[in-house]
Nanobody, 124 residues
Framework: DVQLVESGGGSVQAGGSLRLSCAVS????????MAWFRQAPGKWLEGVAS???????AYPDSVKGRFTISKDNAKNTLYLQMNNLRPEDTAMYYC??????????????????WGQGTQVSVSS
């Protein structure tokens, strides 16, 4: 079954931290490449973190050094640890999985399966 369910969003002040979770199927963890995307109001979806089946990761400059993507295969869960949050990080965050091998791609069109999203709001 292909299913992704995000949780862990919320409202924090700038400088705070949140950890997002994405419950995924064992099949997706075993065979797929995973990523986190976000969408702020009025903006396009953008990739913020990716991880492949071997644990390699990639981040755009906008979050590098602040966000960490990881996975716990025993719990079938993908995580996004977000530290030193900024107001510009405010967005709906989505967990995504690629059907085919895409490595650590942050391209939207490389991903096929999506969670429902979890809201992150960062205030000054």
């Amino acid at each position: 079954d292909v299913q992704l369910v995000e949780s862990g969003g919320g409202s924090v002040q700038a400088g705070g931290s949140l950890r997002l979770s994405c419950a995924v199927s064992a099949y997706l963890v075993s065979s797929g490449c995973m990523a986190w995307f976000r969408q702020a109001p009025g903006k396009w979806l953008e990739g913020v973190a990716s991880i492949d089946r071997y644990g390699s990761t990639a981040y755009p400059d906008s979050v590098k050094g602040r966000f960490t993507i990881s996975k716990d295969n025993a719990k079938n869960t993908l995580y996004l640890q977000m530290n030193n949050l900024r107001p510009e990080d405010t967005a709906m965050y989505y967990c995504a999985a690629a059907r085919l091998w895409v490595g650590t791609s942050l391209r939207l069109d490389h991903y096929n399966y999506w969670g429902q999203g979890t809201q992150v709001s960062v205030s000054s």
